[in-house]
């Protein structure tokens, strides 16, 4: 059993930013997905094993960046910019490939989940 523990969301205006930080109890392929009120889950962005690789979803790139601490067994998702249609839980997730990917059906343990708001 993986142990996720997900920190860093909170509450902040346009145009701001927060780093989003979940510890992982090994290393391993992770991603970051979102659920808004309402929507289905969505991939955000999601980082290979040894870090090698990343993938993003559209409405993200450039805006939000995936990195990993190996050391730590940490991912993080720095977010800039940020616009109220970011606003959504976060999860983070441990795959059960080495690589990166955008399905969530490639992911085995998900954490609880933190909430981001960001206010217009």
């Known amino acids: 059993q993986v142990q996720l523990a997900e920190s860093g969301g909170g509450l902040v205006q346009a145009g701001d930013s927060l780093r989003l930080s979940c510890v992982a109890s090994?290393?391993?392929?992770m991603g970051w997905f979102r659920q808004a009120p309402g929507r289905e889950r969505e991939f955000v962005a999601a980082?290979?094993?040894?870090?090698?690789?990343?993938a993003y979803a559209d409405s993200v790139v450039g805006r939000f960046a995936i990195s990993k601490d190996n050391a730590k067994n940490t991912v993080y998702l720095q977010m800039n910019r940020l616009k109220p249609e970011d606003t959504a839980v976060y999860f983070c997730?441990?795959?059960?490939?080495?690589?990166?990917?955008?399905?969530?059906?490639?992911?085995?343990?998900w954490g609880q989940g933190t909430q981001v708001t960001v206010s217009s």
């Open positions: 980082i290979s094993w040894n870090g090698g690789n990343t």
């Open positions: 090994g290393r391993y392929a």
């Open positions: 997730a441990v795959s059960d490939s080495p690589v990166a990917l955008k399905s969530s059906l490639a992911y085995r343990y």
